[in-house]
Structures are given as C-alpha cells and as structure tokens.
C-alpha cells in the first residue's frame, strides 16, 4: 500500500500499444491521466482515453471500428438467410404447380419431383 493510498502509477509511454491503439501523447480527461491514442482502423482515427481503462483492457480501440465489420457481417448473413428462404418457397410453389399441371393429365407423382431452374 502506498503512502497516498492511491493505486500505483502505470507508466504509459508514447508508441505504446493498447489493442488497437497506439499512443500519441499524454493528456488529461477531467484531472484523470490520458492519452490520446490513433486507432489502427483508419489513417485519421484518433480517440482519447484515460491510462486506467487501457491498462484494465476496458478500452481497445476507437470504440466506433469494431462494430461496423459486426454490423456488416450480421446484415449479410441475414440477407443469405432471406435469400434461402425466399428460394425455398418458390421451390415449393413451383413443385407444387408441376404436381398439379400433371396431376390435371392424369399422372401420379410417384417420387418427389426433381426442379431445374432455366
Ligand atoms: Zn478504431
């Protein structure tokens, strides 16, 4: 335990790497110490956080890069998922119409029909 009681200083310098970001110089954010940091995602990305959440891991990066490339990955997976589903059931109308369509010319379908689209 220290004199002061406080948590002991992290010695933080600058290029020092935390995640994605790299240090660029010291600052303050509301008397806390901080460094302003450059985030790996984008040339211009810059972001400010205090020493104690980088040294903890709370903070990795800008905050912003991350979830773009999620949201991206989410919405495609999500597009091929109503895509399967909408070729599904036209699979399924068009299997129908066959099966009725020889079913009016007096066949029975006796194994499932086989489709190929045109
Ligand atoms: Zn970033």
């Known amino acids: 335990m220290t004199r002061t009681g406080r948590p002991p200083r992290h010695h933080v310098s ?41 040294v903890s891991g709370r903070v990795v990066s800008c905050g912003h890069c991350r979830h773009p490339e999620r949201m991206a990955g989410r919405a495609a997976r999500r597009d091929e998922a109503a895509r399967r589903a909408a070729e599904a059931v036209a699979e399924n109308a068009a299997r129908e119409a066959a099966g009725a369509v020889l079913a009016a010319h007096g066949f029975r379908v006796t194994r499932a029909i086989q489709l190929e689209r045109l």
């Open 14 to 54: 600058v290029r020092d790497t935390f995640g994605r970001g790299v240090v660029l110089t010291g600052i303050r954010i509301g008397g806390a110490r901080a460094v302003l940091l450059a985030c790996d995602c984008g040339p211009d990305v810059l972001y400010a956080a205090r020493v104690t959440d980088l």
